[in-house]
């Protein structure tokens, strides 16, 4: 990626739980919707919904984890609180910060840490959450 362009979702991120895999392109699209163009306001409650949504994602992917019993959900929880600290940061510096400046940093996080974030750890509860299916063969958390 680019350093002037925005995270994209593609395919490529797709987990294959499609509840986790919506949450997580509505990431995506909420950040791609920072440019670096429009008002500081417009901006702000654009971050404010980013955050908003993280925090409503990472608590029912948590949930979800430990309805499965998930072994590292701690470890999981951790870095979601790594991340929303991260996030608290941006929103404080957006403040006196330019446009640009927090298009960048909002870049950095999501196509970053999150893009990392789900090619990694999510990947690896994949295979424990894909193993405890109901009696019919549907998958729980779905």
Known sequence: MKKEEMPVWSARLEIGLQSIDEQHR?????????????DQVRVMKTLVALCDY???????????????????????????????GMLVELLERAKCQSLDQT?????????GWM??????????YLPFINGKKSGSGKMLCQ
């Open 26 to 38: 509505k990431l995506f699209e909420l950040a791609a919707t920072f440019g670096g163009s429009g």
């Open 54 to 84: 993280t925090r409503e994602h990472f608590r029912e992917e948590e949930y979800m984890l430990a309805a499965h019993g998930y072994p590292d959900l701690e470890a999981h929880k951790l870095e979601h609180a790594k991340f929303r």
């Open 103 to 111: 298009a960048d940093d909002v870049r950095e996080l999501v196509g």
């Open 115 to 124: 893009y990392e974030h789900i090619m990694q750890r999510d990947l690896d």
